[in-house]
């Protein structure tokens, strides 16, 4: 008998459960008949308070007056568009806001008929209305509230929902629970949120209980409360994330993301998409700020030629670029398959966007030229270049050829074709170089800061800003460690990394990409702007964090392996030479390098006499000559090493 009444039970609220929301004509008219009936109530109550006489004729019309005034404010307040089920204080402010508003012109017309002998009804009566009406409205519709919740709680016990804990109790944390708890769909119940700071433990919030960071994972008894933990990722630091991690796989407990903001814009994900951390949540940092609204300034209207567009860099500059009202969009790139792929994400995701693709080499000086003539591009953003190390110390030619004279191509066209702004991408590689290619885009540099300088001294008037941008590995670009790494557990191990004591500096290309912009934007010409990568990522932990993360123990489940340095490759990276200071600028994530200048006919000559060699593919001879136009550049683990002894 009492299975069978918890049966039914639990059809009736299932039933309950998927009642569909109520169409807004009928909520107003349950709102106006609490209106009607209190204000019957009031009536009675006020006059027989004064022992007065009431007139049948008379209630009615003044009850139709009242009714048609607080109906008129529940719609100017939209009262009725509330989901009752879903009500908070919010909505409740609201109601209470309409009826003093309503009881406030009642009042009103009661003062005016009072001039003409008549009365509406004692003022008294106005007050017990406006609070018998409030405390109706909010009651009914907070029962309706609290029975779903009850619903809910139910659904969670019988479904066994995933308990999850909230980190933090920001707005956006309360937010992400609200949602969470509010969601008919999903397979998370939020039991509780996470205190940053220790003092702000043992307190509750929507009734949930706040714990603190030390006790989730060393008290039982909240341990078996929760089965994950749920974090913003793009709204705490480095520093918190790694801890947390490390100690959710101690304890068996998942670390789930919310969706990061720009998942939300590129592919309207939902909550429905909360995802097992990976590591480049623990290596993002808080987003970076930059104004918007400036740089909108500059792009609408203008004509963008970006190369390398179908990269990492580039078909991120190209997402970026495609949210302003751009005159023409020109995405360069000599990958056919990559770039035909950037393509369809700008004709489904930016239909309004004005695009063309175009198959080019910037080693091609005749077809850019041909490009700058027909295009006359107003901006543009170099990010085309040769980037694996050890490739391009096995081709120093072709790393000479694509990176320097690919440059020096853009940077002439763009000073011929009158540009407004040329900005290259670098790279911190080209510090203190010990391999080819960051050697091939130091020389990249001298030639676009030299050319800036004779503009600037021969007062031309009309002058590209040329303008050089220096930061560290990408997270998720392409041939980076971490896919790698992911590869690797995928197929058991063993995990290789080069050197224990390797450290790199990191940034999302999404964020990498928006400093890029911004410098686009308020660099004045010749400058190198150097970006603020944080602090550096030693690789090997980052391996162990990502084998932590897959769910198996370093060392135990999968190895870790020393292969020593590749070709090219030092234990460390920098975005400033020793003797180069740096100057602050509006956005504290990014400084200006004072470099060294040099003289441009100087590194013209430099420059066409290391093309003459390169195109006669001569790898030794094409070293030698990059080492004289840059002497800082020690080659380290290769076979060009021999060079560094004459």
């Known amino acids: 008998m009492k299975n069978k009444l918890k049966r039914l039970l639990a059809n009736i609220l299932s039933k309950i459960a998927n ?29 027989d308070l004064i022992k007065a ?129 509010h969601s008919s769909t999903m397979k998370y119940r939020v039991v509780g949120f996470i205190a940053t700071a220790e003092n702000s ?40 994330k790694q801890p947390l991690s490390t100690q959710c796989a101690k304890s068996k407990k998942e670390l789930l993301s919310m969706p990061s903001v720009e998942d939300l814009m590129k592919e309207g994900t939902d909550l429905k998409r ?14 970076i700020q930059i104004d918007i609204e400036s740089i909108g300034q500059l792009l609408t209207g203008k004509t963008l030629l970006i190369t390398g ?31 035909h792929e950037i393509c369809l994400e700008i004709h489904d995701k930016y239909p309004e966007i004005k695009y063309k693709p175009l198959i080019a080499n910037v080693r091609d000086y005749d077809l850019m030229k041909h490009v700058f003539e027909q295009y006359q591009p107003d901006i543009i953003y170099h990010a085309a270049a040769y980037k694996h190390v050890p490739l391009m110390e096995a081709y120093p030619c072709e790393a000479i050829l694509t990176n320097v004279m690919g440059s020096k191509n853009m940077a002439d066209l763009a000073v011929e074709y009158n540009a407004d702004v040329f900005v290259m ?23 676009i800061q030299s050319l800036s300088k ?19 590995n990408v997270l998720g670009s392409n041939g980076s460690v971490i896919p790698r790494f992911e590869q690797q557990i995928k197929e ?11 450290i790199r500096y990191f940034m999302t290309i999404p964020e990498a990409c928006r400093l890029v912009l911004d410098a686009s934007n308020f660099g004045k010409g010749g400058e190198v702007f150097v970006f603020d990568m944080g602090d550096p990522v030693k690789i090997k932990d980052m391996a162990e964090e990502m084998i932590r993360l897959s769910g198996y123990e370093p060392y135990k489940d999968i190895n870790i392996v020393v292969t020593g340095l590749r070709p090219g490759e030092k234990l460390y990276e920098e975005l400033l030479y020793d003797k180069e200071a740096v100057k602050p600028t509006h956005n504290q994530k990014i400084k200006i390098g004072t470099v060294k200048e040099y003289d441009y006919e100087n590194v013209k000559a430099d420059l066409l006499n290391l093309l003459d060699i390169a195109k006669k593919h001569d790898h030794l001879a094409v070293v030698r000559r990059m080492k004289e136009i840059v002497p800082e550049f020690i080659s380290q683990n290769s076979e060009f090493e021999e060079c560094d002894k004459d």
């Open 492 to 502: 058991g191990g063993p995990i290789t990394i080069t050197h224990p004591d390797i």
């Open 53 to 181: 006489p009431i007139l049948l004729s008379s209630y009615l019309i003044k009850m139709g007056v009242s009714v048609f005034v607080s109906g008129f404010f529940i719609l100017l307040f939209k009262i009725h568009t509330d989901v009752i089920r879903y009500v908070g204080f919010r909505d409740i402010l609201n109601i209470f806001v309409s009826l003093f508003c309503a009881n406030i012109v009642l009042v009103i017309m009661n003062i005016i008929l009072k001039h003409f002998s008549l009365c509406f009804m004692p003022n008294i009566g106005f007050f017990i209305n406006l609070l018998l009406t409030f405390a109706t409205l909010v009651f009914f519709k907070t029962s309706i509230r609290l029975l779903f919740d009850y619903i809910k709680v139910k659904n969670y016990e019988q479904h066994k929902y995933v308990s999850v804990l909230v980190y933090g109790f920001g707005a956006s944390s309360i937010d992400t629970a609200r949602l969470i708890n």
């Open 309 to 339: 567009a179908a990269g990492s860099i580039g078909s991120e500059i190209v997402r970026q670029v495609c949210r302003f009202n751009v005159k023409l969009l020109l995405a360069c790139d000599v990958a056919e398959s990559p770039l």
């Open 274 to 287: 909360l995802r097992k951390i990976n590591i480049e949540d623990l290596l993002q940092r808080i987003p």
């Open 19 to 47: 009642i569909p929301y109520l169409p807004r004509w009928i909520v107003f008219c349950i709102d106006i008949l609490i209106v009607f009936v209190s204000f019957t109530i009031s009536y009675f109550v006020c006059f």
């Open 201 to 240: 433990a043992h307190k509750h919030i929507f009734n949930l209980p706040v714990y603190s960071l030390k006790d989730i994972f060393t008290d039982k008894k909240i341990l078996v409360r929760y089965d994950a933990i749920v974090i913003n990722p793009a709204e705490i630091d480095r520093k918190e």
């Open 454 to 472: 004779k503009l600037e001294t021969e007062h031309v008037q009309k002058k590209p800003r040329f303008i050089t941008t220096r930061f560290g």
């Open 425 to 447: 991408i670098s790279t911190d590689k080209a510090v203190n170089p010990s391999n080819v290619m960051g050697a091939s885009k130091r020389i990249a540099e001298m030639y």
